[in-house]
């Protein structure tokens, strides 16, 4: 049965705050882990690499599992898929909220992100299959105004988490937190969401899945570990290698390609000249994101000894910016003046960030909030102007009926350049760290420098993005594509 104009059922109001919390809960566990990293190193003797994981474990697991999550409620059932996902999140969640041990800590934020891979693919089609055509347009605005509350909540929701210290709790409670929203969120999709498959369903490539598995951990394992190792020669040839698993992978996906049309990526997309160039851009502008928001944390927490609270405060100026630049780029800004706004983004960004490496490099252990609330807004509003049109933008020249692969393939390779850069923090910031006297030089200095010689990294990569931009269209012809959100859909 065809699903374009569902009967106005009043439940699905109901079936859309469930699948918009699930989302809320994804994009705020995504930032808060970062603002309790302090207090979870002092609490169960973390080191800094596990640190790292905290954060690259889960952006690893759900970029890996993105695609094969869609492809899973596609074949089995998109309600299924999402509450099997929403049961497995927050019960890694509980996991996380529990262990003592770093690497069983580690292991849990991994069984969360892959979890999240189940969920989050499906939220989009579970509103297209729940909601008639005319309503749509407001609720994915609806949709929209959720990700920037996101992007605000979660390192606030997390400093404040962790500075109260619920019931003794330390930093536990920012995972704790989503038990009682996943179970209600379980009870109530039980009842309210619709149930939906694709009508013409993919196979999954769980070969596909294993070389990319296997070429990332080769690659990003001995990046972020082998600075505790002092960099062995295994880490070295464990990296090389990782080349040719990446050409056995593209090997084989023209080989699934040719044989059922089913491959985990479609290559023929890299054709078309504008999505290649978009793909290079979100790579690298996740690679410059995880950076900053990782070694911004450590800078605050422990170089200049803030609490959790006040580093999370600081950062409301930088969120505010994104948000209210966001709306004015796809409202106002983009429909005018086109591929123009992405670059201006990328510049302004980099006037940021150049602004904040002279305001630590002159100001020293001494900055405070208010000083670094000029470089944060420049930023926010930089990057507000990025993250609302790219998709399109780079969606804008693929054909129709490969709208929805490209569009979970830029999703997946935002997530991979995240946590690309979360490995490469061992070069930028903790290179610099290890190289310095502790006995000769104030933890602020050493942290401040290493935070410094990190935002030059930022700013290259966002020089690197505002180049490749020039391969995006002028102005977006949407005429060519379709938004991921619309694919054909039956009920079960």
Known sequence: MSTDSPPADRRRWLALAVVMTASFMDLVDVTIVNIAMPSIQRDIGASFSVLQWLSEGYALAFAIGL?????????????????????????????????????????????QGLMAAMMVPQVLSIIHVTFPAHERGKVFGMF??????????????????????????????????????????????????????????????????????AGLLMLLYPLTQGR???????????????????????????????????????????????????????????????????????YMQIGLGWSALRAGLTGVP????????????????????????????????????????????????????????????????????????????????VPRDHAGSASGLINTTQQLGNAIGLGLVSVAFFGVV????????????IFGEAFVHSMWWVAGGLVLVFGLMFLLPRRQRSAEGAPASEPELVTA
Not at 363 to 368: D, E, L, N, S, V
Not at 434 to 445: G, I, K
């Open 144 to 213: 929209g105004a959720i990700v920037g509350l996101g992007a605000v909540s979660g390192p606030l929701l997390g400093a404040l988490l962790t500075q109260w210290n619920l019931f003794g709790l330390e930093w536990r409670p920012i995972f704790l937190i989503n038990l009682p929203v996943g179970i209600a969120g379980l009870l109530l999709g039980r009842r309210f969401i619709i149930e939906s498959k694709a009508p013409r369903a993919l196979k999954l490539d769980l070969v596909g899945v294993a070389l990319a598995s």
């Open 228 to 298: 505790e190792h002092d960099w062995p020669v295994w880490g070295f040839v464990s990296m090389a290698l990782s080349a040719p698993v990446f050409a056995a992978f593209v090997l084989y996906e023209r080989h699934k390609s040719a044989k059922d049309g089913a491959p985990l990526v479609e290559l023929s997309l890299f054709k078309v000249k504008s999505f290649a160039a978009g793909i290079g851009v979100q790579l690298t502008f996740g690679l410059t994101s995880g950076i900053f928001f990782l070694v911004w944390t450590l």
């Open 434 to 445: 290890d190289d310095a006297d502790p006995r000769t030089r104030a933890v602020s200095d």
């Open 67 to 111: 695609i094969t999550g869609g492809r899973l409620g596609d074949i089995y059932g998109r309600k299924r898929m999402f509450l099997l996902g929403m049961g497995g999140f927050t019960l890694a969640s509980m996991l996380c909220g529990i262990v003592s041990d770093p690497q069983l800590l580690v292991a849990a934020r991994v069984l």
């Open 318 to 397: 930088f969120s505010l910016a994104v948000s209210a630049a966001a709306g004015m780029s796809v409202q106002k800004l983009v429909p005018r003046f086109g591929r123009k706004v992405l670059q201006a983004g990328a510049l302004v960004m980099a006037a940021g960030v150049l602004t904040y490496i002279w305001e630590a490099d002159r100001y020293g252990a001494g900055i405070k909030s208010w000083q670094m609330a000029l470089p944060l807004v420049v930023m926010g509003a930089g990057m507000g102007l990025i993250v609302a049109p790219i998709t399109d933008a780079v969606l804008s020249e």
